[in-house]
C-alpha cells in the first residue's frame, strides 16, 4: 500500500500495467473454457449440438447473401424474432 498512500503515480500505472497481461490472459482462459467447452459440451450433452454456424460468407456476391451466411443463428433468429413479426403487423 505504499504507492498508492503516497499518491506515486508512476508505481501505480506500472503495478495496472503489469497486470493488466495476466488479467487479459485469465479473462481469455475463462471466456474459453466457459463459452466454447463447457457450452459446447452441454449442447453435445442435450443433443442441441449446432455445427453450422455459417455457411462461405466469403464467396458471397452480394450484401444479401453475405448476411444470410455470415452467421446463421443471428439470422434465423432475426428471421423469427424480427422479420415474420414485422411482417405479420402489416410492416415492410
Known amino acids: 500500500m505504499g504507492p498508492l498512500m503516497q499518491m506515486d503515480w508512476l508505481h501505480i500505472v506500472e ?3 503489469k ?4 488479467n487479459m490472459y485469465c479473462w481469455l482462459v475463462m471466456f474459453y473454457c466457459v463459452f ?3 457450452l459446447n459440451i452441454l449442447a453435445e450433452l442435450l443433443r442441441f449440438g449446432d455445427r453450422e454456424f455459417y455457411k462461405d460468407w ?3 456476391s452480394d450484401v444479401g447473401s453475405y448476411w444470410k451466411q455470415w452467421n446463421l443463428p443471428v439470422h434465423k433468429w432475426l428471421l423469427r424474432h424480427v422479420y415474420f413479426p414485422a411482417l405479420r403487423l402489416g410492416l415492410s
Open 58 to 60: 466469403w464467396n458471397s
Open 19 to 22: 497486470l493488466a497481461l495476466p
Open 36 to 38: 466454447h467447452l463447457w
Open 15 to 17: 503495478r495496472v500495467l
